[in-house]
């Protein structure tokens, strides 16, 4: 073993306590930058939300999407400080990054048509969750709307998955956006004299409140008629539907009651 002169080991120290000193510091320094980094980008995201959810339009999703954009910002502004701690130069790696998201964006450019369009339809909300909408040849219950699609259900209870940019590059029709004039109707039930009006009109009644598409508000309305027949009645029943399907409805009722009326009608 050849022998070690111990001030050639001395004057290598020397020379290489300066580098070992400026890259101890340099690590800590980016430890540093790392830790504040991290703590702001979180504390960027809390102060964007509770900022936002000062403002009643925005929606929670999209709080939430700001406040992540804002985060993963200052979180890349924390790696290239960290970075340039080592001297590495950050302005060819920003190109580079720029080069490498302008090929990922040109090849979801689709993707990201929805998302821009999903963050429109949240700012501006042309519609809600649970207006019944049409768009294109879709009609359907709006459901769910996220950054990227909108859900929708039809009336036979089928789902349907529309991409956002379809959503807001075209007309859109909402139907529950203004208030819709209720239809009036009315139903005629005629019953002998000698029937128990008390059941027979409970029975009409309970058939007009039950109907899911009779409205609340007006309440149904009974009335008591004559008709030219001797010896009988018409309960008369004034109700409202939100779309104009009174026919049908008027027809539901007729089935309903019909059977009923029979049990508290006298037979001759």
């Not at 009609?139 to 807001?168: A, H, M, R």
Request: glycine letters at 8%; proline letters at 5%; aromatic letters at 8%.
């Amino acid at each position: 073993m050849p022998d070690v002169n111990p001030s050639d080991l001395y004057a290598r120290f020397q020379t290489l306590l300066p580098l070992i000193v400026s890259n101890a510091l340099n690590v800590l320094g980016a430890i540093v930058i790392l830790i504040i980094g991290l703590w702001l980008s979180g504390r960027c995201h809390t102060w964007v939300v509770r900022a936002l959810s000062k403002t009643p339009q925005f929606d929670a999703m999209l709080k939430s999407f700001f406040g992540s954009l804002v985060r993963y910002l200052v979180l890349t502004v924390t790696v290239l400080a960290v970075l340039s701690q080592f001297g590495i130069q950050t302005t060819s790696l920003v190109a580079v990054l720029g080069a490498a998201g302008l090929a990922v964006g040109l090849a979801l450019q689709g993707t990201l048509s929805n998302l821009a369009a999903g963050v429109m339809l949240l700012i501006f909300r042309p519609f809600r969750i649970g207006h019944k909408v049409q768009v294109g040849g879709i009609i359907g219950t709006v459901k769910e709307l996220s950054l990227f699609w909108t859900e929708l259900v039809t009336d036979d209870k089928v789902q349907v998955i529309v991409p956002n940019s379809g959503v807001w590059g075209q007309p859109l029709r909402n139907f529950s956006h203004y208030p819709v004039t209720s239809h009036a109707g009315e139903a005629r039930f005629r019953v002998p004299e000698a029937t128990d009006l008390a059941a027979a009109t409970g029975i009409v009644l309970g058939a007009a409140e039950a109907h899911p598409r009779v409205l609340k508000d007006p309440a149904p309305t009974l009335l008591l008629d004559r008709t030219t027949t001797e010896n009988a009645l018409e309960i008369v029943l004034g109700f409202s539907v939100a779309e104009d399907e009174v026919p049908k409805v008027k027809s539901d009722l007729y089935r309903t009651v019909h059977d009923q009326l029979a049990k508290v009608t006298p037979t001759a």
